[in-house]
């Protein structure tokens, strides 16, 4: 089966400044590639997702991510953060039959 | 068009009672996943119910069990409440399964069981 691992359990970055959230996944085929974000007290909303096609892709509210089959990892990116990011980030992972696996989640602080 | 919807958003319950669930799918998706979320076990997969079959199954005891009726709503149940299973419990909802090519997982606001 399937897993996910995002290595970086809390980030705190400024600003203004970039940002990048690691996501490392583990599955055998093509893997279907999601990034989702949980503002406190709410569900998941995704950002961006990966099937096919161009490694690069771009998500909702000026994300991206880029696919890297060779070192099994879907990185989130954000060039300029904005106060309002802040929140927890979870890459998951689908195996195309109806499995999905989600990381452990990557806490995002943004300080002024 | 109107997103997943979850009741109740809190919930406060004792240790053995039983509770339950429910959550209604955005319109036309027949896929209903149910997750539970915890500080120190983060989000883990319950089970999935598409067109009122469970496809899916996560590796939680027989005390968590769900269904779903015909127009994609879908219940879940926990029976002989315990401490540990205080938890935020999210619902999605997909066009087809879960973690397919042609499907993307909307999540509802989740309902927060807080067990006394």
């Known amino acids: 089966a399937q897993s996910v691992t995002q290595p970086d359990i809390h980030i705190t970055v400024s600003e203004g400044a970039s940002l990048e959230l690691r996501c490392n996944y583990s599955y055998g085929a093509t893997p279907y590639l999601f990034w989702y974000v949980q503002s406190p007290g709410q569900g998941l909303q995704l950002l961006l997702k990966?099937?096919?096609?161009?490694?690069l892709v771009q998500g909702i509210k000026g994300f991206e991510a880029e696919f890297k089959r060779s070192q099994s990892s879907f990185n989130l990116r954000k060039p300029s953060v904005h106060w309002s990011d802040a929140a927890e980030y979870f890459c998951a992972v689908g195996d195309g039959n109806n499995d999905m696996r989600f990381g452990a989640g990557t806490r995002l602080t943004v300080k002024p | 068009k109107a997103g997943v919807t979850q009741t109740p958003r809190y919930l406060i319950k004792t240790r053995g009672q039983q509770v339950t669930l429910s959550c209604s799918p955005i319109s036309g998706h027949r896929s209903v996943s149910w997750y539970q979320q915890t500080p120190g076990q983060g989000l883990q997969f319950l089970f999935e119910y598409f067109s009122e079959t469970q496809r899916n199954k996560g590796n939680f005891p027989g005390r968590f069990s769900g269904r779903q009726f015909s127009n994609s709503r879908s219940e879940m149940n926990v029976s002989t409440l315990e401490l540990g299973d205080s938890a935020l419990y999210l619902c999605a909802s997909s066009l087809g399964l879960a973690g397919g090519p042609t499907d993307t997982q909307y999540f509802g606001p989740g309902t927060r069981l807080t067990v006394l």
């Open positions: 990966y099937f096919s096609g161009d490694t």
